[in-house]
């Protein structure tokens, strides 16, 4: 029993540290709903250090990670979700693109928009949620004025 309360200890002191992918990413999404962008950032990329894709932490934490990128480097944001949807497609649904380009959308990020868009839609082909969202980023380059996205959206075929 002596021996066994110092194990004891550390494994108590490794649970109240707030170093678990759980606590990690819930500390994140915290720190987002607060506008805490860069420790939101900070400490969805402590909890998906080391996790594999199969750990049940991983999706939230990616997404987290995607959301919290949105506001601090946009191309970046872009970029993770489409390794992400690559990487681990079972894991990402029609609703998490439609959250990444609702959050591109409201930093203004509309060239990044219709990427994530338009890859939203060839993997959803004929989804209702996909059209909405089309019309939501074609609304938000059309009003910006964002003549990239506009372009874009026209070689795509989509204007």
């Known amino acids: ?20 992918p759980k606590s990690l990413t819930s500390d994140g ?70 959250l990444m380009c609702n959050a591109l959308l409201q930093v203004d990020a509309n060239l990044h928009a219709v990427e994530v868009m338009h890859a939203g839609r060839d993997r959803f082909k004929g989804s209702k949620k996909m059209e909405a969202i089309l019309e939501a980023v074609l609304n938000a380059a059309k009003r910006a004025r964002t003549p990239e996205a506009l372009q874009r959206l026209t070689d795509l075929g989509y204007v």
């Open 29 to 98: 999404y915290a720190a987002l709903g607060r506008g805490d962008d860069a420790k939101a950032l900070s400490k969805f990329e402590s909890a998906l250090n080391g996790l594999g894709t199969e750990h049940p932490q991983y999706r939230r934490a990616a997404l987290g990670r995607c959301e919290a990128l949105t506001k601090v480097d946009a191309a970046r944001a872009r970029a993770a979700f489409l390794d992400l949807a690559k990487v681990v497609p079972e894991q990402v649904n029609e609703d998490d693109y439609s």
């Open 1 to 20: 029993m002596r021996h066994q309360l110092p194990i004891l200890v550390l494994i108590l002191l490794a649970a109240c540290s707030g170093s678990d």
